[in-house]
T-cell receptor, first 116, second 110 residues
Framework: EAGVAQSPRYKIIEKRQSVAFWCNPISGHATLYWYQQILGQGPKLLIQFQNNGVVDDSQLPKDRFSAERLKGVDSTLKIQPAKLEDSAVYLC?????FGRGPETQYFGPGTRLLVL | GQQLNQSPQSMFIQEGEDVSMNCTSSSIFNTWLWYKQDPGEGPVLLIALYKAGELTSNGRLTAQFGITRKDSFLNISASIPSDVGIYFCAGQWSQGNLIFGKGTKLSVKP
C-alpha cells in the first residue's frame, strides 16, 4: 500500500514570496491533516479535512495560510506571503475515517521550507 | 498552542541498555500514542493506547497509559543502533487533532 505522498520535499524562498505544498493521502482515507513542525518541536495541527470539508482550522493563520481539498482526495497548502517564522517542516497525514473513535494517522515525509 | 511535557529532552545510552521516557499533561486524554521520527521523514506510529492503565508491548517497546489519563511512558529494552531517532508522545481526545510533546532525542553509542 502506497503511503502519504508530499511534494516538493524541499523549498527555499524569500520572505514575502508565495509557496504551495501538495499532498496525496493514502487511497481511501477520508480524513486529511496538515501539521507544522518547527525545529525542535512536535508537530502542530494547522487544518483537518473530512473528505472536502474543513473539520478544524482553528490554528491556521488565515491571514496568510490557505488550504483546499476540492475533490476530497489531494490537498494543497499555500502560504502567501511567507514570513521568516514560517520556516518549518509541513507534514501531511491521513486517516481512514472520522467520527468512529480513534483512527491511526499516517504521516507523509514532509516538505521542508526555509524562508530567507 | 498546548503541548505535552516530554522528558528527557535527549539521552545517550550504550547499546543494550534499557531506555525510559515519559510524557505528562495538565489535561486528560482518551488516547495516548508514541511516534518515532527519523531524519528527513514523517513520524511513524509505534504504539497506541486507548484505555487508562493499559500496558501494551510492540517487540522491545512497552508503553503504558497512566491511570489519571494525564501521563504515559515508553520503555525500550536492549537498545540497538537503529533505535536512534526522535520519539514523540501524542495525546488525543476523541478523534482528530493530536497534541504532541517536544520529543526525546535518542542517541546510541555503538
Amino acid at each position: 500500500e502506497a503511503g502519504v505522498a508530499q511534494s516538493p520535499r524541499y523549498k527555499i524562498i524569500e520572505k514575502r514570496q508565495s509557496v504551495a505544498f501538495w499532498c496525496n493521502p493514502i487511497s481511501g482515507h477520508a480524513t486529511l491533516y496538515w501539521y507544522q513542525q518547527i525545529l525542535g518541536q512536535g508537530p502542530k495541527l494547522l487544518i483537518q479535512f473530512q473528505n472536502n470539508g474543513v473539520v478544524d482550522d482553528s490554528q491556521l493563520p488565515k491571514d496568510r495560510f490557505s488550504a483546499e481539498r476540492l475533490k476530497g482526495v489531494d490537498s494543497t497548502l499555500k502560504i502567501q506571503p511567507a514570513k521568516l517564522e514560517d520556516s518549518a517542516v509541513y507534514l501531511c497525514a491521513s486517516s481512514l475515517v472520522f467520527g468512529r473513535g480513534p483512527e491511526t494517522q499516517y504521516f507523509g515525509p514532509g516538505t521542508r521550507l526555509l524562508v530567507l | 498552542g498546548q503541548q505535552l511535557n516530554q522528558s528527557p529532552q535527549s539521552m545517550f545510552i550504550q547499546e543494550g541498555e534499557d531506555v525510559s521516557m515519559n510524557c505528562t499533561s495538565s489535561s486528560i486524554f482518551n488516547t495516548w500514542l508514541w511516534y518515532k521520527q527519523d531524519p528527513g521523514e514523517g513520524p511513524v506510529l509505534l504504539i497506541a493506547l486507548y484505555k487508562a492503565g493499559e500496558l501494551t508491548s510492540n517487540g522491545r517497546l512497552t508503553a503504558q497509559f497512566g491511570i489519571t489519563r494525564k501521563d504515559s511512558f515508553l520503555n525500550i529494552s536492549a537498545s540497538i543502533p537503529s533505535d536512534v531517532g526522535i520519539y514523540f508522545c501524542a495525546g488525543q481526545w476523541s478523534q482528530g487533532n493530536l497534541i504532541f510533546g517536544k520529543g526525546t532525542k535518542l542517541s546510541v553509542k555503538p
